[in-house]
Structure formats: C-alpha cells, structure tokens
C-alpha cells in the first residue's frame, strides 16, 4: 500500500514539477515544514537584502536612505505587491503595524461610515486576537458584537438588518482549516448596507481571495505567515476604493497624514490608502518581506492554490490509507479547504512534539488539534507522504505517551 | 582663533577620552553625523546579530524560536534594557509597537484611570504625532484637549484642577532642543489627582530622565534614535508599576493576554507591563535594537549625559566665535538644553543641503530650523568644531544660494 502511495506521489510531483519552488527558499535539511501557517520559511535572497539594509542603507548612507533607498514609500509598495496575491487593484493595500492593530483601526473606521448602526458580527471560533479586538473597538465606538458562525452569518445578518456595522470574518479557520464561503457573507451584508472585513491570515499567498472580484470592503492580514515575511513581518490592511475617503481611523498618526513633514498642527488624512499609516514603519522587517514577496515573482495565486489542494487532498488521501480511525477536523471538500489538515487527537500536544523529534514540523492548538500547513510553494507530494507515515508512526509506536513529549513549552 | 578652538576640542576629547565609544559604532569615513536624533547610526555587532536571527532563527530553527532564542519574551527583555536608561526598576517598560500607537493606548487607558475628568494637557510645539495622536484618542474617549506650553503647564493645571486627567508633554522640543522641567509639570499633575505622560523620543538615551524617581506615570518613546535600533525600530511604552493593574489599553491584542496560548474567546489582560503588548512583535527590528543596546553595557546614562553637554557648550562656544550672527534657537543654559542645537537661519533647508555636501549630516525641521544632533556616543569635540567650520563655510560662501541645495526631495 505504501509501494502505491510512493509511486502516487512521484507522480503528482512530475504532475506539479512547474510549481516546485523549493529552490527559492532556504530550508534545513531533513525537514518537513508543515508549520509555514504559523511562520514561512526563509526565502532565498531575504538574507542578503537584509545585510544589505543594515549594512548600507542603514550604516553608510544613514538617513538619506530614506529617499534613496526607498524607505518612505514602502508601506504602500510592498502594500502594492500583497495586492496582487489578494486580488486587490493597486493602491488599496499597505503593509504597516500588526493584524491587530489594523483590525482595530478597521472596526472603528467601519462604525464611523456607519453612524446610528449598532451591531458588529464575528465568528466564535476566530483567532481569539480578532475576538478580543473587535471586543475593544466595538466598546470604544459603542457598539454590540455578535459572534455567529461563518455558515450561519447570512441568514443573521437579513434578520439583523440596517442595525449592522460590518460582518468580520476569517476567510480560513485557524484551528480546522474549514475555508468558509465570504462571498455570501459579503453579498448579505451589502444587501442590508452593511460592511466586510475579511482576515486573510491564513489565505494570502496561497487562495485565490479575489477581494475586488468579491466587493471587499476592508481586509487585515498577516506578514509572517505564507507570505514568508519573517518573524513579526509588518501586517497589512485593504481599504477598498471606493471607501478610502470616507476612511477615518482612529491611530492618527504622522505617516497617515496628508503633509507629514510640513509638521502641520492638525490632522488631516492622507488621500488613498497611505492614511491607513500610523508610526515610522519597521523598515528591518517589511524590507525582509518585501524581499520575501519575490518568491511569487512570475507564478499566479491559482496556481499556488491547484498545488495546495494536490498536496492537502493526497495527505487526506494518505491518511485514510494509513490512519483511517484518525478524526479529520479539515473539510474533505476542497472547495471548503484551506492549505492545511488538522486532525484531532486526545494527545495532541504530545503527538505534535513526537512528530517534530521525527523531523515532521507542525503545531499544536488547543484543545486537541494537531495542525499541518502545507505551505505549497515549498513542499512536495513526497514530504506530505513522508508526513503521514510519521504520523502513523507516532500513534502506532505510542510515541506520544512518552514523557519528554508531554512538557509543555512556553509557546506552544 | 580657529586653532585656539583647535587646541580646546583637543583638550576637551582628552579629558572626555573615557566615554569617547565610537569604536562600537559603523560610521562612514569622513561625515559628522549630526541626525542621531532622527535615525542612530549602525552599532558594531548589530548586523552579526541580525544576519544570526535571518540565517539560524528563523532559517534553521524556524518556529523552535520562539521558545529557544527567546522571541516571545523579546518585548519585555528589550523594555527592561531600556528602563535602566530612562530611570526604570525591570518590569515597568515593554517595547512595542510605534510611538504613535504607545501614546493612543497611554491617553486612552489616562481616561479610563481618571474617569468623569475631561482635560488633556499638551505642548502645541510637540511633534505633531503627539498632537494628532492625542486629538485621535480625545475624541474616542471623550475628552477635551488644550494646547498650552510645558513652561506654562503647571500654572494650568492649578487652575484646571480635579478636571485633570492627563498632561502629555515631550521632555525635549523636537525642533529647538529646549528641554523641559517635566517634574514640575508633574508636581502640578498629581497635586490635583491627574496623570502625566512623558515623550521621550528625543531625551532616551541622552539624558537622566528618571521616570520612577520623578514619579511619572506614564512614558512612551522611539528606539531608533540615541537608541540607535535602527530605521524604523519598535517603540516602547512605560507603566509605572503601581498603575499596571488599572493600565486599561485599548487594543487587546492577544499578545497582551494573560493566558495567550490558551486561545480564551474573552480578553483578559496579562499582569504587569506585558498588557501593554498588542500583536505579534516586529523581531528582525526588536533583536537589532536589543543587540544595539549593547552600545550602553558599563556605561551610565548620567556619563552620556555630561559628555552631551561637553559637546553642545562646545558647539555653542564656537558658534559663538565663527557665526556669533546666527540666531540659536537652542537654550543656553545647560540646564535647558537637551542633546542637540538649533539654529535659525531663512534659508534653512538650502543650509542642510549644502552641509551635507560637505559632510555635516544634519537635517532641516519647518520652518527655519537647522537642526543638529550630538549623539555623544560617537561624536568627538573635533568633530564639534569641524561641523561649525563647515557651518560658517555654507554661510560665509552662500553654499545654500545653490539651486543644487535647494530642491526639496520627498522626505526632509
């Protein structure tokens, strides 16, 4: 059976060679990297700009970089190429802050373009940085948030009606993977005059999120994961077009404004997405994403997306055949997939740590998940067979009752 | 004259040889850097510990780091180096976020600590972030904002009395180098129950700003000044310990959680300064800054602080001597003058342009100002007199009549 499985993966890696990209990136060896949702690997090239940035820009030619080397309109340039893999149309996107931040700013500006409009609605199961700051904003601009599943907000929001501020959602599921339908939620709260925020954490760089073709209003994301911008890459924030003048967010900082060095008393938004800037912006890490984007140079989102959904369906594929009592918590429907397979386990933590001692990287999420992303650009249909053969080995073998697989770390 | 002022700067750099450290900075060869107050310049041995955190961190150890190589507690290690330069015991500064987003979450949190008050005290001389960021968060928590000077502060707040919540006031002017008696301001402050928040962008580094021994409340400030974490590095934000518990801030990013990996729906802050995270840290910027840092090991903040004055009294005596014509902007008086000297001149932009021709970088502030700071660290009182020859040269040979010195590129 695993004679079938091997040849079955070469097969699909001859299928998928024109997408391996393997090459452009700077992977220990020995390892399956199924983590690149949590933090992308090092791209080849990013090392080097980097040593560029600190050595010249930054050592030698001090402060005149910022106009010669860029520095000043980096935010709306590496905004720019995150578009293009969110299908947004340039000037709609900067890279700039945390996915935090920016979610805040988003669900205040949201309330403001919808003054006497009271209710926020949010996913229970979000990644609980969005319930918390939705919570906070919602408080500060007087709101109510509602948290309703994904597959139930359509029908919420008709009955929600003109009370609705905005429909705040993750495209993806951090912990299941489930990739949920935002177009209806989309189309739902536009038909009551309401408003979209998307969080693309775990789609840019590997869907096809289409934020023009779908009408997005706003959208937040992050910079580290498959976008590859390393540890705590800049995030980014989208403000469609047709909102941005009506756009008044509450961090009012200098680089948002209009005239940022007549240094003038009172505030006044600059036009387009440029007032979505708050502070200085860290050059050090959105230089390294910017850098990190060059991965995605000649190759279209949908063809990162055919590859994911090759490599998440033969893992689906290589479990059944291996760990068919295994519960799988990802949807086996690929149009309701996102680039990851989790799985439930009692012992999950455990199962995550015997896994990376076998050289299979992935993590744990409370309670019982053991998460897999598949990164697509930087794995093959080899690495996920490998991957599930280690699993099977860990819960045949036990590994996971062993004791240095159960003390918990700091970050888990 | 010149080689009386010679022979000074010589005696001067003798007698100052100790705290002389321009050995553990990466300056190009023939320039005195006189905008440390805008971007440091690149410590020795901060590339080697950027190039480590692209190369081995992330590229090796991927996600082990954020257990093995102490990412996660960056912030709070980063903040503790900081607050011994600034006056504060371990556990009261968190580095974080930009200046702009520190100040939102110090005036926000100020209302809620200081609930039914109305009144928010600031400079109108303040970098216009601060007055921008402060209007913001004013009109989110409903509070009224004044503009009065921090030499008439005190006198205002007597009057304003228990309306009081916040006076919010920069230690050092960002254009004249006046630096002010901020402990009288907070006097006057908890003499009727309100709150200050102390900037300390341009005084982190340079001066002893004493925050625990002057009681402030609250602090924020940038670390890619005299801090020299390079372009754009993160921020940092000071609680004084005894207000931690009630430090409500507005953005509830899960990093600021109690418990956040254990992925809670509701947000309950963290104990201590690490409420004052938000999202997930900048760490290319925040380990450069951390390794930058170094610059300071053996070394006292009240050291840094007399080889500044040594250089700016220097400054201002050759000044004196060469171009007693030019108007100062700067005080004096030692007691007022922070680490840097303004002055004025109509064609001030033309001024800094012809300067950096010569290899005097400065930089030009609106509407008159030549601004020239003296990052002590690196700079020698030759280096002093050579600057104000030059400076006597650009005007003594009206360099900045040049059309080359007078175009205005993007970023001043």
């Known amino acids: 059976m695993s004679i079938a499985l091997t040849a079955r993966a070469g097969g699909l890696d001859r299928l998928h060679a024109a997408t391996d990209l393997r090459g452009r990136f700077r992977l220990p060896a020995g390892v399956v990297y199924l983590d690149g949702n949590s933090l992308g690997a090092l791209p080849a090239g990013v090392a080097e700009v980097v040593a560029d940035v600190v050595h010249r820009q930054w050592g030698n030619r001090l402060i005149a970089s910022w106009n010669e080397a860029g520095w000043w309109d980096a935010p709306t340039r590496v905004g720019d190429r995150i578009g293009r893999l969110v299908g947004a149309a340039p000037g709609q996107v900067v890279c700039t802050d945390s996915t935090s931040v920016n979610l805040y700013k988003a669900v205040v500006a949201a309330a403001r373009m919808r003054p006497g409009r009271r209710v926020v609605l949010t996913d229970p199961d979000s990644f609980p940085t969005d319930l918390y700051v939705t919570d906070a904003a919602a408080r500060d601009a007087g709101l109510v948030v509602e948290q309703v599943s994904p597959a139930a907000a359509a029908a919420r929001i008709a009955d929600i009606g003109d009370d609705l501020v905005l429909a705040s959602y993750s495209s993806v599921d951090y912990r299941t993977g489930e990739l949920w339908d935002l177009a209806a939620v989309t189309g739902a709260a536009h038909a009551v005059g309401g408003l979209v ?157 015997a896994l990376i001692a076998r050289g299979v990287v992935g993590d744990f999420r409370e309670p019982d998940i053991v998460r897999l992303g598949f990164a697509p650009l930087y794995l093959s249909h080899g690495d996920v067979l490998r991957a599930a053969q280690h699993l099977q080995g860990v819960i045949g073998d036990r590994d996971f009752e062993r004791e240095e697989f159960r003390t918990r770390a700091t970050v888990t």
Chains 1, 2 share one sequence.
């Open 197 to 353: 925020c998307w969080d693309l954490c775990h789609s840019a760089g590997v869907l096809d999120v289409g934020l023009d073709a779908h009408d997005a209003d706003l959208a937040v994301g992050c910079g580290y994961k498959y976008l590859n911008g390393g540890p705590g890459a800049p995030a980014f924030l989208y403000v469609a077009a047709r909102h941005q003048d009506d756009f008044d967010q509450p961090l009012a900082g200098w680089n948002g404004h209009a005239t940022p060095f007549a240094m003038a008393p009172a505030y006044v938004p600059a036009p387009g997405i440029t007032r979505g800037r708050v502070g200085t912006p860290p050059l050090l890490g959105m230089l390294a994403l910017e850098a990190a984007l060059a991965v995605y140079d000649g190759l279209e989102v949908t063809a990162v997306r055919e590859r994911s959904l090759s490599l998440t369906g033969f893992f689906l594929q290589c479990l059944g055949e291996l760990l068919p009592e295994l519960a799988v918590a990802t949807p086996r429907d690929a149009e309701r997939r996102g680039s990851q397979v989790s799985v439930r386990h009692p012992d999950a933590y455990a199962v995550v740590q």
